[in-house]
């Protein structure tokens, strides 16, 4: 049977094949190596929904807002992975969460006003922040800079760690020079997620603020009314 792929099917399944990834970590060399294939299928996937909304014209303002939802849920999944076992500070997956619910926040308050992901109607209206935010070029690197230290932690798993390690005991300076690209990759992913997050923020504050002044205009409203 022939099967109608959508961008939204196709988040679906990142999200779940990130979590089969995730879910293979820590359980064997061999297993380390299947999660790191699928944390690549997971990320190709990312840039897969995206060009088939454009190329079949099926982007809508809830697709847009569930591929943003299946970013989260990888990142976070991986990060928070990660962080349990002792491989990243715990700070990243604090991180993530916290950037992630106050750019998703914005969002929803620009929606609310009218305002869509994209087009005349965008949140972001200056050539600055789209071009940190929604430009291809920020979505590829970011992308491939999640996959790359997802993935460099995956075959570190493999390749260093427990009984059954590919490469079996590493000397010291091996394992500390490992461990600096680990952190290298994880913060530079981390930096880069804030940096895009950041016009967001910006532009979005005119938007928290209309909320506010709105809100107490009902407030003033039903003082005076009381």
């Given at each position: 049977?022939?099967?109608?792929?959508?961008?939204?099917?196709?988040?679906?399944?990142?999200?779940?094949?990130?979590?089969?990834?995730?879910?293979?970590?820590?359980?064997?060399?061999?297993?380390?190596?299947?999660?790191?294939?699928?944390?690549?299928?997971?990320?190709?996937?990312?840039?897969?929904?995206?060009?088939?909304?454009?190329?079949?014209?099926?982007?809508?303002?809830?697709?847009?807002?569930?591929?943003?939802?299946?970013?989260?849920?990888?990142?976070?999944?991986?990060?928070?992975?990660?962080?349990?076992?002792?491989?990243?500070?715990?700070?990243?997956?604090?991180?993530?969460?916290?950037?992630?619910?106050?750019?998703?926040?914005?969002?929803?308050?620009?929606?609310?006003?009218?305002?869509?992901?994209?087009?005349?109607?965008?949140?972001?209206?200056?050539?600055?922040?789209?071009?940190?935010?929604?430009?291809?070029?920020?979505?590829?690197?970011?992308?491939?800079?999640?996959?790359?230290?997802?993935?460099?932690?995956?075959?570190?798993?493999?390749?260093?760690?427990?009984?059954?390690?590919?490469?079996?005991?590493?000397?010291?300076?091996?394992?500390?020079?490992?461990?600096?690209?680990?952190?290298?990759?994880?913060?530079?992913?981390?930096?880069?997620?804030?940096?895009?997050?950041?016009?967001?923020?910006?532009?979005?504050?005119?938007?928290l603020a209309s909320s506010i002044t709105a809100g107490n205009a009902v407030e003033q409203a039903r003082g005076d009314a009381a």
């Amino acid at each position: 049977m022939c099967i109608f792929w959508t961008p939204n099917k196709v988040t679906l399944l990142r999200v779940i094949v990130g979590f089969l990834a995730v879910s293979a970590f820590g359980h064997g060399a061999w297993m380390n190596l299947l999660g790191v294939a699928l944390t690549v299928g997971a990320i190709a996937l990312d840039a897969l929904d995206g060009h088939i909304a454009r190329a079949k014209k099926l982007a809508t303002p809830v697709g847009a807002q569930l591929d943003i939802l299946g970013d989260r849920i990888i990142e976070n999944m991986f990060f928070t992975y990660f962080a349990v076992v002792g491989m990243v500070s715990l700070w990243l997956p604090i991180l993530f969460f916290a950037r992630g619910a106050a750019t998703d926040f914005q969002r929803a308050l620009a929606m609310k006003a009218g305002h869509s992901g994209w087009g005349a109607g965008a949140m972001l209206q200056s050539c600055w922040a789209r071009a940190i935010v929604a430009s291809r070029w920020s979505r590829g690197l970011y992308a491939a800079l999640k996959c790359a230290c997802f993935c460099y932690l995956g075959l570190e798993l493999a390749l260093t760690r427990g009984p059954v390690a590919l490469l079996g005991p590493v000397s010291l300076d091996m394992h500390v020079a490992i461990r600096a690209g680990a952190q290298m990759l994880a913060w530079m992913t981390a930096v880069f997620c804030l940096v895009r997050g950041l016009p967001v923020l910006v532009e979005g504050w005119k938007f928290l603020a209309s909320s506010i002044t709105a809100g107490n205009a009902v407030e003033q409203a039903r003082g005076d009314a009381a």
